[in-house]
């Protein structure tokens, strides 16, 4: 699917360290597509301090740009584990470790509000914090891009749809593929029609394997097809929506944009998978992680240690 200036679509994908194989992060990657940082060990952070938010969203980083073989320069953006977001020390941390955005807080206005648009923390969020700990100060030049509600099946019985900030929350397990792609298009005209911002699509494996029967990943094919003949939807990932809102320009001419261009490296889309054809898979005994052995795939040589929030390199 390409972009209405010819450009392939891209999508962020936030990645935790767990069972993840780094030889698909590297293809992620390779594909043009952006990573982000999702903790290492994917567990809540309410609460923690600022060094523990560090250890587990910049050590996340450096594993994917050793193990991945990522830049890791390009790792600008984050989303908390749980979608537990952790307030001043969160956002400290980020201020601290270079992050340019974060996308963990959810934003729910109330019956028909308008969506919210992202924007920096030098100032007060306009969406109400309804999850604490919330923010207390300012986190000049840091971008927070909330989680607007995603609508789901409309619930005759309240007079109201069903609504959750990730996708697969808002569906029922036995939604069809035609009752999914309408949630779809009425969520993106829910945007249009009203202020524009822009649509976040909360997708995971859930979602996109729901029913069994691979429901999900139909809907969004036929969601895409349709959308790729409009000439004012652009599918970006959230670098890219971050540094179209520093400079913004007109819908006819956002194809011009430099965030937006694409590479001539990517004129014979889709991208070949580059990676290696043979990784080397990573094996350690681990009794005391609560499984007694981890590993993972990656086109790097395997570390002499499992990789961990204490020791992200394996050294």
């Not at 060094?51 to 790792?75: C, H, P, T, V």
């Amino acid at each position: 699917f390409r972009n209405p200036n010819g450009c392939p679509i891209k999508g962020t994908f936030f990645v935790s360290h767990e069972w993840t194989n780094y030889d698909g992060v590297q293809w992620i990657e390779e594909g043009g597509h952006e990573l982000a940082s999702n903790s290492i060990t994917h567990v809540s952070l309410e609460g923690s301090s600022a060094s523990r938010w560090l250890s587990e969203m910049d050590g996340q980083r450096r594993i994917m740009a050793k193990f991945g073989n990522s830049r890791e320069e390009a790792i600008t953006g984050m989303r908390a584990p749980q979608l537990a977001a952790g307030g001043d020390q969160m956002f400290e941390m980020m201020l601290r470790a270079g992050f340019i955005y974060d996308n963990s807080i959810p934003a729910n206005g109330g019956k028909g509000s308008e969506p919210f648009w992202p924007q920096t923390m030098d100032y007060k969020p306009s969406f109400p914090c309804n999850d604490r700990p919330c923010s207390t100060r300012a986190y000049p030049g840091v971008w927070e891009i909330p989680l607007n509600q995603f609508y789901g099946r409309f619930l005759p019985q309240i007079g109201a749809h069903q609504r959750s900030s990730m996708m697969r929350a808002a569906v029922p397990l036995n939604a069809s593929v035609d009752e999914l792609y309408q949630m779809l298009r009425h969520n993106l005209a829910r945007s249009m029609d009203t202020n524009r911002a822009p649509l976040i699509l909360t997708l995971n494996a859930d979602y996109l394997q729901l029913n069994e029967e691979n429901s999900g990943m139909q809907a969004l094919e036929r969601f895409l097809e349709s959308i790729s003949h409009e000439s004012n939807v652009f599918v970006v990932t959230l670098k890219q929506l971050v540094d179209w809102m520093r400079e913004p320009l007109p819908v006819e001419r956002s194809g011009e944009h430099p965030a937006l261009r694409c590479p001539r490296n990517f004129a014979s889309y889709p991208a070949g998978r580059e990676q290696c054809a043979k990784p080397n898979k990573c094996i350690y005994r681990t009794p005391g992680m609560g499984s007694p052995e981890h590993q993972f795939l990656t086109c790097s040589p395997c570390p002499d240690s499992y990789p961990w929030v204490t020791n992200p390199t394996g050294n």
